[in-house]
């Protein structure tokens, strides 16, 4: 029998894997599509993202950044800081995914063409593909048809306007070695340097309107950027994804299927790897219970400060008071974007 099944072959998927490998379990990732996946995704890994995939033995390549920089849309106020544990790194999630899969297969980690949606479960096992496993780990993404398969998705209550995220690059050289965060009345715009001559631009919005028309909202920072793209537009969204636990029976969430408040703080891939490695620890420990609180752990200081700017960003007052606040209040600042680092 096999000791652990991952649906989802993204990089949450990928990781669960290779902990799990790396612990001495017979692990298969189900991901029918091949290697690499792009989806929309700021691209940019915080130092508490670089760590991890090292400790991995993941080796990607990418362009270092070394803090974060708030702009507002007109470029009149700004606030930045810098890493004090290392650098970030900009990476195409293309090569992210790319260098993930190749880690799993260098470990023996199997991959089947599956997409997994209804298990079934008995006090020993979980069944689901015509697949036979010990544990199931849930790790197929955003709109995670396990997860709704389970019982386990909440909807988001009425009122809440739902936020929407577009990604595309640009062949330009890098003009800073810190993501740029661009503020606009209802919009934000992420630059990321991910390699020589290339940016990646993500825009984050409660309206969904076209990658152009979103991105006139910042005249300063379209300024900037060559008349035509590199990449076509990905988009992501709705982004917030309620989730009732993270443990049901047999099966386990992790990544975005475990759920979802924002990208704003550009911490999810972090989060996805060490809910992974707890994960992991967990089921070596024979606790896979104990991973609704390690991963409550694993996720709370970006669940703190993603929440608390999105309470913000929904205040009329506040939201126009973001840049200045943080120009205003550097040793603030610089505090909450090391926590996160």
């Known amino acids: 029998m096999i000791d652990l099944l991952v649906a989802g072959g993204g990089p949450a998927g990928l990781a669960t894997a290779i902990h799990a490998a790396l612990a001495g379990l017979d692990v298969v990732v189900a991901e029918p599509r091949e290697a690499p996946i792009d989806k929309a995704c700021g691209e940019g890994l915080m130092p508490s993202a670089v760590r991890p995939l090292r400790e991995l033995g993941v080796a990607v390549s990418g362009r270092p950044f070394h803090g974060i920089r708030y702009l507002e849309a007109d470029g009149e106020r700004r606030a930045e800081a810098r890493f004090r544990t290392g650098p970030g790194l900009g990476v195409r999630r293309t090569e992210l995914h790319a260098a993930l899969a190749a880690r799993a297969e260098e470990l023996g980690v199997r991959r089947v063409p599956l997409r997994l949606e209804f298990p079934a479960q008995t006090e020993h096992a979980v069944t689901v593909g015509g697949l036979t496993a010990r544990h199931l780990v849930a790790a197929d993404g955003l709109h995670s048809p396990l997860r709704r398969a389970l019982g386990l998705h909440r909807p988001t209550p009425p009122g809440r306007p739902a936020r929407y995220g577009l990604r595309r690059h640009y062949a330009v050289e890098p003009w800073s070695d810190l993501v740029e965060v ?12 991910v390699a020589d001559g290339l940016v990646g631009v993500a825009v984050l919005s409660s309206e969904r309107l076209p990658f152009e028309a979103q991105l006139a909202r910042f005249p300063q920072l379209a300024a900037r950027l060559p008349a035509s793209a590199a990449t076509r537009v990905r988009g992501a969204g709705p982004l917030r994804q309620r989730v009732s636990a993270r443990v049901a029976g047999r099966v386990l969430l992790v990544g975005d299927a475990a759920g979802y408040l924002d990208a704003l703080t550009g911490e999810g891939v972090a989060v996805a790897l060490a809910s992974a490695r707890a994960l992991v620890a967990c089921l070596v420990e024979g606790r896979p219970q104990a991973y609704e609180r390690a991963w409550r752990r694993a996720s709370r200081e970006y669940r703190l400060l993603t929440a608390s700017l999105l309470w913000a960003r ?11 606040l943080a120009a205003a209040l550097p040793p603030l600042f610089r505090a909450g974007v090391n926590l996160l680092a």
């Open 182 to 193: 661009h503020w606009s009345r209802s919009s934000e715009a992420y630059v990321t340097p």
């Open 314 to 324: 929904r205040q009329p007052v506040l939201a126009e008071r973001i840049v200045p």
